[in-house]
């Protein structure tokens, strides 16, 4: 069937010319595959381009690609090439051994031979099934996966969807992003499949698609319960059926609000994805203490100190996805602290407040979207704006705290100048100057200086 689908990036498109006509006179057959196809089915124009040649040796095609690429060859078992500066990655099918499905990915061997539609049958979804070739511009569809795109259906391909059980993840966040319905043979085909023995790095890539361009990232987790994969994640399985006082919660229980809560965070990403995703991460697991803490106390459904109480099921959680103990640090403080904007605007709290939570959080900013979104969960009651959040960023801004803490203005290169000798005493002076800047005792270097110097007779040996 001829589709003429445009790609507007002259680099891309130029590029795929190039690579076609060469395979093309090589006696090979260039496909574009997977999201890239999918994407310009949707009338999408994509990011970047997955392709894959058929007809030609690895060998030989790795020698045509360097005549005109600086090329890194990925894998001799799957015979990936990814073009330096370039967007692009290019492959050969690959087949099992004895056509096993379990066999490790290291015995895998290029099979350039393959047909294009039992290559795409080892694909994972429908909508990610099809290729289409820019030279006659024909598409292959062998799974319907346009009619599974326009019924926003997601659908796995065949039995070899267990080939790689992260495939469930990828899932995931798929259904967030195209805000796709599981078909029901899916989720009973992914119930057994397990994530143990996966590589964190490659769950935590499909964690991120979820939270940095879910549309509706409440379906990617409705789709991750409904396949039974919470089980390996406790700290959001126990989130199902714990209870929330109505009065304040009418929505449901935590589980239901989280979901809400990640749904309202996605509308209003920023586009920063360093912000995004240490957001998104704080929206995710804020309330992570409630089951810990959850008790009926005189006719009410209470959950005092659930905010400290969820530091440990983050960092559990976050630890088991990836290493990176920066973002982890970040992501805590808006846990601990995401009632606190509430809090501080309800006592119309003092500057010294606001920046002792600024010391604590670094990024006051950050802070009041995760509160935002967390007031924001609870239809049907109505959203107000979050007056307590508008406060306490017009507070920060005005102390130039918004987007860091506040910088102690004393050093201990200051009080070496003043005689103060290393050790023990500087570090307490050290503390006592800031501790005095925060509470607004002094607002410049010189009054830190003059406050240190107050203080030396009284704290020297």
Known sequence: MPIRFRIEDPTLSGTLRMIEQM???????????GGSVRDLALGRQPHDLDLEIFGIPPGRLHALLTDHFTVEFVGKAFGIFKLHSLPIDISIPVRFPADSPTVPSLLREAAPEMTIDDALARRDFTMNAMAWDPDTLELRDPFDGRGDLDAR?????????????????????????????????????????????QPAERLWEEWKKLLLQGVTPSLGLRFLRDCGWLRFYPELAALEGCEQDPAWHPEGDVWIHTLHCLDWYATERTGNREDDLIV??????????????TRHEFGRITSRGH???????????????????????QVIP??????????????????????????????????????????????????????????????????????RAPAPLVMGRHLLELGVPPGPEMGRLLDDCYEAQLDGLFTSLDEGLAYARHKIPSSAP
């Not at 979050?386 to 918004?402: H, S, V, Y």
């Open 23 to 33: 395979a093309r006179r090589a006696g090979g057959r260039t496909w574009v595959v």
């Open 280 to 293: 998104g991460l704080g929206v995710l697991c804020h309330d992570f203490g409630k089951p810990a803490t």
């Open 334 to 403: 808006l846990v601990l602290c995401h009632l606190r904007p509430r809090a501080l605007y309800d006592a119309r709290a003092s500057d010294s407040a606001v920046r002792r939570l600024a010391r604590q959080v670094g990024r006051i900013d950050r802070l009041v979207r995760v509160a935002r979104a967390d007031h924001a969960g609870r239809p049907p009651k109505p959203f107000d704006g979050f007056p307590a959040g508008t406060w306490l960023l017009e507070r920060a801004r005005r102390l130039d705290i918004d987007r």
């Open 153 to 197: 259906v997601l659908r796995h391909v065949s039995d070899r969807f267990a080939e790689d059980p992260v495939r469930v993840l990828r899932g995931m966040q798929l259904a967030a992003r195209f805000e796709l319905t599981a078909a029901p043979a899916t989720i009973a085909f992914c119930r057994p499949l397990t994530q143990e023995g």
């Open 307 to 329: 905010e400290p109480a969820g530091e440990a099921p983050t960092r559990r959680f976050l630890e088991r996805l990836t290493n990176q103990e920066d973002l982890i640090a």
